[in-house]
């Protein structure tokens, strides 16, 4: 039997997950040059890690759950990986 969770961590992530969002948003508008993608895969990165943590209950779940995450982010890189040499041997591409 699954016990329910606890109300205030889910009203937390999900206020976080706000604040990230109006501050991705708040970024987009300001001329940072080069560093525009950096900042938002950092505060992606961050809003992922909420996710994780929060809704998917790694912070406090067993290992397996830890292996089948790793997995799926493993199979994403292979992909993100694919994808970008499929791009790098285009003609045209710099």
């Given at each position: 039997?699954?016990?329910?969770?606890?109300l205030?961590?889910?009203?937390?992530a999900?206020?976080?997950l706000?604040a990230?969002?109006?501050?991705?948003?708040?970024?987009?508008?300001?001329?940072?040059?080069?560093?525009?993608?950096?900042v938002?895969?950092a505060?992606?990165g961050?809003?992922a890690?909420?996710?994780?943590?929060?809704?998917?209950?790694?912070?406090?779940?067993?290992?397996?759950?830890w292996?089948?995450a790793?997995?799926?982010?493993f199979?994403?890189?292979?992909?993100?990986?694919?994808?970008?040499?499929?791009?790098?041997?285009?003609?045209g591409?710099?």
């Amino acid at each position: 039997m699954r016990k329910e969770a606890p109300l205030r961590p889910l009203i937390l992530a999900w206020a976080a997950l706000l604040a990230l969002l109006g501050l991705t948003l708040g970024l987009s508008y300001l001329p940072m040059g080069p560093f525009n993608w950096a900042v938002a895969l950092a505060i992606g990165g961050i809003k992922a890690l909420i996710v994780l943590a929060v809704f998917m209950e790694l912070r406090e779940g067993a290992s397996l759950r830890w292996v089948f995450a790793a997995a799926g982010f493993f199979w994403l890189g292979i992909l993100l990986l694919l994808s970008m040499t499929d791009y790098a041997t285009r003609a045209g591409w710099h």
